[in-house]
Structures are given as structure tokens and as C-alpha cells.
């Protein structure tokens, strides 16, 4: 089946170009082994300020690999060795002197499945600015929790049930109710790994559109196995094979006029 059938409309590049623009993250010579399996190859890349990078590529290529080591997630795998230099703000993340956990406060996670804490919908919120110590009282919990959930497009559904479960709400809210748990803690990147494959169209065009919007604030960076999702809310898309970066580009150039063969294969279907 060609991946490329009813491809929404690729989202507009941004107006300036990529050498006046600022990166948030930059890679070099990014190389990750689990065990004696290397999964990332010399993986080069610079992800901009308050745009979309989507990465895509076939199952086991490494997107997700990459994602888990911009916030270090990769440290709680046993026998992950991680080389190479990944800075955030010019600071590489891999400096012993790096707290890791003020690092996963500035580049929160949302993961494939939605993972909503066995907790009322105000204390998934609530749970991260109190342990980072980010509120004081009462009333700035509140206006946070507020805040996140209208960031996430979630208040107006769940405002007469703050005391209920989070792991009440359905599959698209959970998802919500994770990414407002996210913001919550002021982070400046959001990492998204495969946030809708668990949820319906409905649930995943209200998740995009919430991309889209919070893309002014934040810096996010999407795994997506959807070449239409990809196409929709990126300004640049990245693509792995077999743990290589194949290339990195402006989203509607990867996939109208892509540089390199693979990517003209996997986007056309012809394997993945």
C-alpha cells in the first residue's frame, strides 16, 4: 500500500531559513550501543527552537533510541552506552555535573501509550511542580494546574472533575491529561514518542492540533510511524534507517523531493 495515499498537506516550512535559526539541540557524531548492538550510527543533527522535528523510518531504526537520549531516558536501560556530544542550549547533556533529574524537567515525555498516575486528574497535574518545589501554596498549585490543562486543551472537559481518576478520562484525554502533566513543570522541550498510535482519528487530530498550537512555547520533537501525521505537524522531518540519519530536511522537501533514494522508497512505500 503506498504511504503516501490522501497525504494531508505537508505543513508550511517556517519563513526563515535554517541557517538563521536557533538550535535547541544539536548532535554530533551521536553513536548508542545496547550491549554489543550498536542501534545509532555518527548521528548528526540540529533540532530548532519552537518548531516540530518529526523522525521517521521504518520499525527498530532508531527514532526512539534518539528521542530517549535527548532527556537521558536511556540511562535506565542496563547496558546502554551512549558517545558522541548532544548539547541542549550549548551544554552537553552527558556532563557528568548535569542533574538529571532538572534535565527531565526541561525536556518532558510523553510516551506511546498514555500513563496517567493512579491519581485524581488535579494530582497528575499537581504531582510534578511539587516535587521540583515549583509552588509554594495552595492557590499557585492551582493556577498551574489550571494552566496546564488549558495549554493541553483539557479544562473545559474535566474542570467539574478534578477528584476523579485520571485513568478515568478516555484514551485521547489520558493523552491530554499527560502532555498538561508535561507542561506543567515549565519544561522547554516536549518529546513525543508516537503519542497517537494508541488513539482513534478523532483523539489523534485533537492531539495535532494541540501540537501545532503548543509549538509557539515549546520545542517539540515527535517519533511518528504516520507519514501523514509527519506531514502535517512538522516544519522538519528526519530519516533513520537501520540507525543511520539518512537525511534531515524541511518537511516538504523530504516528502516532495527527497535527497536520498531510501527516504523516495520508504515514504513511497516500497519498504518499512
Not at 531504526?61 to 535527548?70: A, F, Q
Not at 491530554?176 to 478523532?202: G, N, T
Not at 494541540?210 to 506531514?231: G, P, R
Request: charged share 25%.
Amino acid at each position: 500500500m503506498n504511504k503516501m495515499a490522501n497525504v494531508a498537506m505537508v505543513a508550511p516550512a517556517a519563513e526563515i531559513s535554517a541557517s538563521e535559526r536557533t538550535a535547541k539541540f544539536r548532535g554530533r557524531k551521536v553513536c548508542v550501543h545496547y550491549g554489543e548492538k550498536q542501534a545509532l550510527f555518527d548521528v548528526d543533527l540540529d533540532i530548532y527552537r519552537n518548531e516540530v522535528t518529526a523522525f521517521i523510518g521504518p520499525s527498530g531504526c532508531g527514532k526512539s533510541t534518539l528521542l530517549r537520549c535527548l532527556n537521558r531516558m536511556n540511562d535506565t536501560i542496563e547496558n546502554c552506552k551512549v558517545s558522541g556530544e548532544i548539547t541542549l542550549d550549548g551544554e552537553n547533556v552527558y556532563n557528568p555535573r548535569i542533574d538529571v533529574v532538572e534535565l527531565r524537567a526541561r525536556v518532558g515525555m510523553v510516551f506511546q501509550k498514555p500513563n496517567p498516575f493512579p491519581k485524581s486528574i488535579f494530582e497528575n497535574v499537581a504531582y510534578g511542580p511539587r516535587i521540583h518545589g515549583l509552588v509554594s501554596n495552595r492557590a499557585e498549585m492551582e493556577e498551574v494546574v489550571v494552566t496546564s490543562l488549558k495549554k493541553a486543551g483539557l479544562f473545559d472537559e474535566v474542570r467539574d472533575r478534578m477528584d476523579e481518576p485520571g485513568t478515568g478520562l478516555s484514551g485521547g484525554q489520558q493523552q491530554r491529561l499527560c502532555i498538561a502533566r508535561a507542561i506543567a513543570v515549565s519544561p522547554e522541550v516536549i518529546l513525543m514518542d508516537e503519542p497517537c498510535s494508541a488513539l482513534d482519528p478523532i483523539a489523534t487530530a485533537r492531539i495535532e492540533e494541540l501540537i501545532d498550537e503548543l509549538k509557539q512555547n515549546y520545542t517539540i520533537v515527535i517519533v511518528t510511524h504516520s507519514m501523514q501525521q509527519a506531514a502535517r505537524v512538522s516544519q522538519r522531518t528526519a530519516m533513520f534507517h537501520l540507525g543511520n540519519l539518512i537525511e534531515i530536511d524541511e518537511t516538504d522537501k523530504i516528502f516532495t523531493n527527497p535527497s536520498n533514494q531510501r527516504t523516495q522508497d520508504y515514504i513511497t512505500g516500497r519498504y518499512g
